[in-house]
């Protein structure tokens, strides 16, 4: 019997793992494993200034090896509906998604029982708590919990088991990896209503060029082959990809899709909902949200999830205003005002001989 069982180990779980007081006998799974094989969270990897805030708030400094090349500048917003492109100035920092999950995992304290490669399958209420089933190495376990934090991300089995009900707006995220081939490397941010009403990205990493985007689920891989020809138009070049990845995407759309958990049952970082729903940026309330979990559980005072959600108000109240910026961002005509407006956008400047070039 564990005092805490927190299925997930992304951004939110491995964060809370390791701010947990050694008070409390805790486990935690994940379906990741250590080496370059098996699961990996297909993301854009950009650490946004809120989640290195974060970061800064626990005293942390990034390792060198979690970052790659080059880091960028700004990102360049193409609207394929009207043909404008601007650029504004961003203060991302671009890493490897994949070390940088290994690498908060690896800073866990040894007191918490991490399962790497493993796989929750099934979860039941008991009369103490939880029964937690889970296949490791090809074999099935149970383990007990007192308590249960669902920590895994978009399809959440925690909130699937216990709230079924609360539905969400959700989106296939597909990306695709080729090797970069262009002469100048860029981020860019792609709104096509034609073929998504949410956004695309591209980005490049250590002489790889990731091109991604968000789809309604119905024809989301043929939506992607559109929006591909489109901008192949425009320059893009893709080539045969290395490596196509596809996973479930949240975009809350009211205060309502927030579900923090009860009974003892807590949901933090994207299994909660709390992802914007204006750029997709959730590593940073996924350690937000961690972070106030630990801190209600660590006081050890009762009414746990009471208590929870009302500290979770704030970052609530936060994805709430970016709902509230979505219409500037996502409606045509108003998106089409904010960049003719150029508020806020960079001019390029190109040198004499970009000038020369074709
Ligand atoms: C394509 C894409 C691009 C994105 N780009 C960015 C970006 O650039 N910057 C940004 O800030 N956000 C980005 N996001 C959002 C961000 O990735 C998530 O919001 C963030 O990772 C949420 O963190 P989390 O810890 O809550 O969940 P996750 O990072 O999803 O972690 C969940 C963990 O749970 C584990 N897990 C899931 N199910 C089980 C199970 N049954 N058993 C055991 N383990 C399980 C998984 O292995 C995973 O490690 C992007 C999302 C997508 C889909």
Redesign the pocket.
């Known amino acids: 019997m564990y005092d805490i069982a927190i299925?997930?180990?992304?951004?939110?779980?491995?964060t809370l793992a390791r701010l947990l007081s050694p008070k409390y006998t805790v486990i935690a799974?994940?379906?990741?494993t250590f080496g370059s094989d098996g699961?990996q969270?297909?993301?854009?990897?950009?650490?946004?200034s809120d989640?290195q805030k974060a970061l800064a708030g626990f005293d942390m400094t990034l390792p060198k090896d979690v970052m790659v090349d080059p880091q960028i500048f700004a990102v360049k917003t193409i609207d394929l509906k009207s043909g404008l492109t601007r650029h504004y100035q961003r203060f991302?920092i671009n890493l490897d998604?994949h070390k940088f999950?290994l690498w908060l995992e690896s800073i866990i304290p040894h007191g918490v029982e991490v399962h790497s490669g493993?796989?929750?399958?099934a979860i039941q209420r008991t009369e103490n708590g939880f029964t937690i089933s889970?296949r490791e190495n090809g074999r099935e376990h149970t383990v007990q919990a007192r308590y249960l934090v669902g920590?895994?991300?978009?399809?959440?089995?925690v909130r699937r088991t216990f709230y079924p009900h609360k539905k969400i707006r959700n989106y296939l995220?597909v990306?695709q990896w080729f090797p970069e081939t262009h002469a100048n490397p860029f981020y860019s941010c792609i709104f096509d209503p034609e073929n998504t009403d949410c956004c695309s990205?591209s980005i490049s990493k250590d002489k790889q060029f990731i091109f991604?985007g968000?789809f309604p689920k119905d024809h989301a891989r043929e939506r992607f082959e559109n929006q591909k020809k489109k901008l192949e138009k425009l320059g893009f070049r893709f080539g045969e990809p290395l490596k196509t990845e596809a996973?479930?995407?949240l975009r809350p759309s009211s205060m309502r899709d927030f579900c923090c958990g009860k009974n003892d049952v807590f949901l933090?970082?994207?299994?909660a909902g709390?992802?914007s729903p204006s750029s997709?940026?959730?590593?940073?309330?996924?350690i937000n949200s961690a972070l106030k979990l630990s801190q209600v559980l660590n006081s050890g005072k009762g009414r746990f999830n009471r208590k929870y959600r009302s500290k979770t108000f704030p970052i609530r109240l936060k994805l709430f205003f970016k709902v509230l910026k979505c219409p500037f961002m996502y409606q045509s005509f108003l998106r089409k005002l904010v960049m003719k407006s150029g508020l806020q956008t960079i001019k390029i400047i190109p040198s004499e001989a970009e000038k020369q070039m074709p």
Do not use: H, M
């Open positions: 299925i997930g180990l992304g951004p939110a779980g491995a799974l994940d379906r990741k699961f969270k297909p993301c854009g990897g950009l650490l946004s989640a991302y998604r999950d493993s796989t929750c399958t889970y920590a895994d991300g978009a399809n959440s089995i995220s990306q990205w991604g968000a996973c479930l995407v933090i970082g994207e299994a709390f992802i997709l940026e959730g590593i940073s309330s996924a």
